[in-house]
């Protein structure tokens, strides 16, 4: 299959999706499964350093996220790729506030609550998982006075999109995602500064 064509089969499925057809979202995973994959080694690496991270589980997660939302939230094949890094965002970030507990004093065993049921383990230090879990609450934060901003944050820094991209996924245009990316970047370091001092 051609690039282009791949292309058009996966905006056709992401339109079949958005329609509520459910079984265009298991046609869609073999198609857009190696840029998923790219997007978790970029988180991997952002977060581990190292190629210990199980990336395969990652996607899965991601991808069993966006499966069990009741419609999914996307219209192009750009946007599919923005809400899976949101996706990929939140299970690093509940892995990084669980390891938090852990280190605070939940050492409680875990219980699954289904049998079969399994969560992303990722090795992360100590410091790795407080820059993450600031970096989350500034972006909850930022979320609340300036969503556009946090999803351009979401885009630009979570799911490795370009400016392009991340202006055709939130339909606004290249110079918006420029300044807002800016901004937001310049706030974001000044508040998790904030966090982790508090943290120490």
């Known amino acids: 299959m051609s690039e282009r064509s791949a292309h058009d089969a996966i905006?056709?499925?992401v339109k079949a999706v958005e329609r509520g057809d459910r079984a265009a979202?298991?046609?869609?995973?073999?198609?857009?499964?190696?840029e998923l994959v790219v997007l978790a080694r970029q988180q991997r690496r952002a977060w581990r350093g190292d190629l210990t991270l199980d990336t395969t589980a990652l996607v899965h997660e991601a991808y069993l996220k966006i499966v069990g939302q009741a419609r999914a939230p996307f219209n192009s094949r750009v946007h599919f790729f923005a809400v899976a890094s949101k996706a990929?965002?939140?299970i690093l970030c509940n892995h990084a506030r669980d390891r938090l507990r852990q280190k605070r004093g939940g050492g409680a065993p875990h219980v699954r609550l289904a049998p079969g049921q399994d969560v992303v383990q990722v090795p992360m230090s100590d410091e790795q998982s407080?820059?993450?879990?600031?970096l989350d609450e500034a972006l909850e934060a930022l979320q609340?006075?300036?969503?556009?901003?946090?999803?351009?944050?979401?885009?630009?820094f979570f799911g490795g999109m370009s400016i392009?991209?991340?202006a055709a996924a939130l339909d606004i245009s290249p110079r918006t995602v420029k300044r807002d990316w800016t901004v937001?970047?310049?706030w974001l370091r000044r508040e998790m500064q904030l966090r982790l001092d508090e943290r120490s």
Not at 144 to 156: G, I, M
């Open 11 to 13: 905006a056709g499925l």
């Open 25 to 34: 979202l298991d046609e869609l995973l073999p198609l857009v499964y190696g």
């Open 88 to 90: 990929m965002r939140h």
């Open 130 to 134: 407080d820059m993450l879990a600031a």
């Open 144 to 156: 609340r006075f300036a969503a556009r901003q946090a999803r351009v944050v979401e885009c630009r």
């Open 164 to 166: 392009e991209d991340t």
């Open 184 to 186: 937001a970047r310049t």
